[in-house]
T-cell receptor, first 114, second 109 residues
Framework: DVKVTQSSRYLVKRTGEKVFLECVQDMDHENMFWYRQDPGLGLRLIYFSYDVKMKEKGDIPEGYSVSREKKERFSLILESASTNQTSMYLC?????????????FGQGTRLTVV | EDQVTQSPEALRLQEGESSSLNCSYTVSGLRGLFWYRQDPGKGPEFLFTLYSAGEEKEKERLKATLTKKESFLHITAPKPEDSATYLCAVQANDYKLSFGAGTTVTVRA
């Protein structure tokens, strides 16, 4: 089975802190993604990476950065956490499928910024 | 811009009461439509991928169908364990999935 593992299920951080969210996948997938999920808004793409050291902005990259030094690991960084970044963060990796790709998700990190 | 709209937002069913969830989409060049199930506090779990209008997929009590403008997820004779949020997503390019806000289904025994 594909496994996407996020380092924390729950995090509480203070405003202004630098926050690291880690994600590891074990299926040798090229593509990895970070989403945030908020009630009524669905999942919104923050950043994605299609190769080691490569990154692309998603729909809401402001206030975030990412790092992908190894194929299996994709990190999301909140440079200076703010209360409006309180959310559920979901990591995903994908493999190619018929004409498209299939994304598998981690269990999520519920981040609260106080 | 890709748009995905799911309805209803919430659905309360009695056990055994069949119903359907709707996912309407606007996308240029659909490469795939995905259905996921999400339990509270967990990440989405893949259910189905549909690639072309007329295609249907089934898994236990769930059946997904696709037209050129929308997809339906039919739940036949649901059980309480089918309670979850069901997410629809479309893929229009190589990397990006655009998600709807989801339909939260509650099945009462």
């Amino acid at each position: 089975d594909v496994k996407v593992t996020q380092s924390s299920r729950y995090l509480v951080k203070r405003t202004g802190e630098k926050v690291f969210l880690e994600c590891v996948q074990d299926m040798d997938h090229e593509n990895m993604f970070w989403y945030r999920q908020d009630p009524g808004l669905g999942l919104r793409l923050i950043y994605f990476s299609y190769d080691v050291k490569m990154k692309e902005k998603g729909d809401i990259p402001e206030g975030y950065s990412v790092s992908r030094e190894k194929k299996e690991r994709f990190s999301l960084i909140l440079e200076s956490a703010s209360t409006n970044q309180t959310s559920m963060y979901l990591c995903a990796s994908s493999s190619p499928g018929q004409g498209g790709f299939l994304a598998f998700f981690g269990q999520g990190t519920r981040l609260t910024v106080v | 811009e890709d748009q995905v709209t799911q309805s209803p937002e919430a659905l309360r069913l009695q056990e055994g009461e069949s119903s359907s969830l709707n996912c309407s989409y606007t996308v240029s060049g659909l490469r795939g439509l995905f259905w996921y199930r999400q339990d509270p506090g967990k990440g989405p779990e893949f259910l189905f991928t549909l690639y072309s209008a007329g295609e249907e997929k089934e898994k236990e009590r769930l059946k997904a169908t696709l037209t050129k403008k929308e997809s339906f997820l039919h739940i036949t004779a649901p059980k309480p364990e089918d309670s979850a949020t069901y997410l629809c997503a479309v893929q229009a390019n190589d990397y990006k999935l655009s998600f709807g806000a989801g339909t939260t289904v509650t099945v009462r025994a």
